[in-house]
């Protein structure tokens, strides 16, 4: 490995000085604080893709046989990097998403209408080169692996003839911003308002019934963008109004991804274990005392409690699969966080992995995420599919890296958007319990989403969004 420490400079300056370059990825903490906003990752040109569609592993576009996690097992004992202490823990490795339908390579789910343009359920780039941020310090470095040249010495030169190529990649100028981001069409839903209020009423009939305690129910809103539409320009309005601490932006060809969430998955540093479910919701008042009127009936609330302990008891037995016995725990239960636009309740779950567990094996034991499927899980997905009706692609499937270090850190991709072939797509949606208003977790959806709203909005552009239209 070289390694080779620069002169700070903002990662958005950094993005922009490489937003030309093939399948970049920005791992960015736009909202910072040391525990959880401390360190950004940027990167591009990777040697190697690896993506699953429709149950099927690729690895540089041909097809692998086996389990596609076996095989994304595989292809990162390939690349074996000892890990350095005194770096950020992403030094090279596979980053990218993995899609919420790659649960149905974990389970057998109702079939769904498949898009025009279905997105793969994995994309994860093999980047041999990583520009490491940590903001506390405000220091920057380039690490450089030399993989995949498997010869020490060839691996040698290549780690710092690449290294030098990213110096004068970030030494550049920057690729213009542009002043609007272009015309937005009207917005649509896959429910109307009468229709999501519906759903969440079945929902409770089924949670009164006993087939659920819980499950999450999100409406999917899309619409056109113009040729002119600018997706960094986007990203940027994105991350200054609505700031997350695990944040994302991907560039891969015709496909953007824009996430804003505030939501860890799951990280994994060493042998230790950390997830960060979210549930319980409400939306902030730029009035002061309004909002932390709102913060306390968020944190008094029976049901947003009981929505977050439930899910924290399905996060402990996800990760019991893959950890030392005894030795999950729950660090925080229940605890205040606020962004932008709302108050959550957050709760912290941590755990020893296994000795013979890796990170593919933890994400596999817990993929998807609990908070935005419900629980008991299975069952939840089914209802989700049965209801919902559309594939969720990107949404609530999670966004981050996998180290060659053995490290990992990633998002529940929520507040996340895809602009695809013309198209933005983004969805919203809630937790219901039997102590569900209908109308409350309809209202909740919109609170959700108004900052993405808002980020499409420009001077000349006026975004619609008829509650009542399909």
């Not at 506390?136 to 003839?161: F, M, N």
């Not at 896959?190 to 969440?200: H, K, P, Q, T």
């Not at 899309?222 to 002119?228: I, N």
């Not at 997706?231 to 560039?251: D, I, K, Q």
Request: hydrophobic content about 40%.
């Amino acid at each position: 490995m070289y390694v080779r420490e620069l002169q700070w400079i903002e990662p958005v300056t950094a993005m922009r000085r490489l937003a030309h370059r093939s399948h970049l990825t920005f791992i960015d903490s736009a909202a910072r604080n040391e525990l959880l906003g401390r360190y950004s990752y940027l990167t591009c040109d990777p040697f190697g893709t690896y993506t699953v569609a429709n149950g099927q592993a690729s690895w540089n576009g041909e097809a692998l046989e086996g389990d596609p996690w076996g095989v994304l097992r595989t292809l990162l004992a390939n690349y074996p990097q000892e890990h350095h202490p005194d770096l950020p823990p992403f030094q090279g490795g596979a980053a990218g998403f993995h899609a919420y339908d790659l649960n149905r390579t974990l389970e057998r789910l109702p079939a769904l209408p498949i898009p025009r343009q279905a997105l793969p359920q994995a994309i994860l780039h093999f980047y041999d080169v990583v520009v490491s941020f940590d903001h506390r310090d405000e220091r920057s470095w380039i690490v450089s692996t030399g993989w995949p040249e498997q010869d020490p010495s060839l691996r040698s030169e290549r780690a710092r003839r690449r290294a030098n190529d990213f110096v004068t990649l970030l030494a550049s100028p920057m690729s213009p911003r542009v002043a609007l981001p272009g015309t937005v069409g009207e917005w649509r839903s896959n429910f109307s308002r009468e229709g999501y209020i519906a759903a969440v009423r079945r929902v409770i009939d089924l949670i009164l019934a006993g087939d659920v305690f819980q499950a999450n129910i999100a409406q999917r809103f899309s619409a056109k963008v113009s040729p002119l539409f600018d997706p960094l320009t986007f990203y940027e309005r994105l991350r200054s109004l609505n700031p997350a601490p695990f944040a994302a932006l991907l560039r891969y060809g015709k496909l953007t991804v824009a996430s804003s969430s505030p939501e860890r998955f799951l990280k994994l540093e060493g042998r230790q274990v950390e997830t960060r479910p979210i549930k319980g919701t409400i939306a902030r008042s730029a009035d002061s005392r309004e909002d932390q009127r709102r913060a306390e009936i968020l944190q008094a609330s029976e049901k947003d409690r009981a929505e977050n302990t439930m899910i924290v008891d399905l996060l402990r037995n996800d990760l019991s699969r893959v950890c030392t016995p005894h030795s999950v725990e729950v660090a925080r239960l229940c605890e205040l966080e606020s962004y932008a636009s709302v108050h959550h309740l957050v709760s912290i779950v941590r755990g020893e992995l296994a000795g013979d567990e890796d990170a593919v094996s933890l994400v596999r034991a817990c993929f998807p995420g609990g908070s935005i499927t419900g629980a008991p899980k299975v069952r939840s997905m089914e209802i989700i599919a049965k209801i919902e009706q559309v594939t969720r692609e990107v949404y609530c499937g999670s966004i981050g890296f996998i180290g060659f270090n053995g490290h990992m850190d990633t998002n529940i991709a929520i507040r996340t958007v895809t602009i695809n072939d013309g198209v933005a797509v983004f969805h919203a949606g809630g937790g219901i319990t039997a102590m569900s208003d209908p109308e409350a977790e309809y209202e909740e959806t919109l609170a959700k989403a108004q900052r993405i709203f808002d980020a499409f909005r420009s001077l000349e552009d006026v975004v619609h969004f008829d509650r009542n239209h399909r």
